[in-house]
């Protein structure tokens, strides 16, 4: 994650978050942002959090809390950052993020995912990647086990992996809008997203900066 200098670090989906309760420490938890940018915590559940610096969330839950305790006293920490991570979700048995190593392809994730072959349109995966603050390129591949013909794609830190069941893979509506809601975006700006025919270039050319 790169900060512009002299701007506070905000909160993104991917980050790991320390929550911590003071007077209250059977409801510490370590929660990672979700792709909708919101975390659940004990009594409260799809907290919104991307956009807003640690010490702003520290300020939302303690008055949030302070319906349930009498002085809550709580603080948020960054513990990591999406940067040397990607994240895969739809029609796979193991959702969720995974650290990213060089070289790292298209294939490789599925199968750390243990993607459904069965029921999964591998032929229609969409790899979303950031391309520059506040905007994406979705790239649909065909990633076919074993000789899908965009399998040794090269991820890039920060890339998604979307993978639709096969009989949702041709709805382009329905696929658009679930990219985007995908996507982080802030209280006032929908990120910008743009549909791109083609692969994807290598992660050693993509742009991660965050």
Do not use: C
């Not at 938890?29 to 919101?38: F, L, N, S």
């Not at 303690?62 to 994240?87: A, G």
């Not at 349109?121 to 086990?145: M, T």
């Not at 809601?181 to 692969?199: E, I, K, R, W, Y």
Request: charged share 20%.
């Amino acid at each position: 994650k790169v900060n512009q200098p002299g701007r506070p670090l905000t909160i993104e989906p991917g980050d790991v978050l320390a929550v911590r309760f003071y007077y209250n420490p059977k409801l510490n938890k370590t929660v990672k942002v979700r792709p909708d940018g919101k975390i659940t915590l004990d009594l409260f559940q799809a907290i919104p959090v991307t956009g807003m610096t640690p010490d702003a969330l520290h300020t939302k839950l303690e008055k949030m809390y302070s319906k349930e305790f009498r002085k809550p006293s709580i603080t948020v920490d960054v513990d990591s950052s999406p940067q040397e991570s990607i994240y895969i979700t739809g029609d796979v048995m193991a959702p969720g993020a995974q650290q990213w190593y060089g070289n790292m392809t298209v294939e490789m994730a599925l199968s750390m995912s243990h993607v459904n072959e069965r029921t999964a349109g591998l032929k229609s995966v969409f790899l979303i990647r950031h391309s520059e603050p506040g905007k994406y390129k979705v790239y649909k591949l065909d990633a076919l086990l074993p000789n899908g013909k965009s399998g040794d794609v090269v991820l890039a830190p920060g890339d998604i992996l979307f993978v639709p069941r096969k009989f949702i893979a041709k709805a382009d509506g329905f696929i658009q809008q679930y990219v985007r809601d995908l996507l982080p975006a802030s209280p006032t700006t929908a990120a910008d997203v743009v549909f791109t025919p083609g692969n994807p270039v290598a992660a050693t050319t993509a742009s991660t900066t965050r």
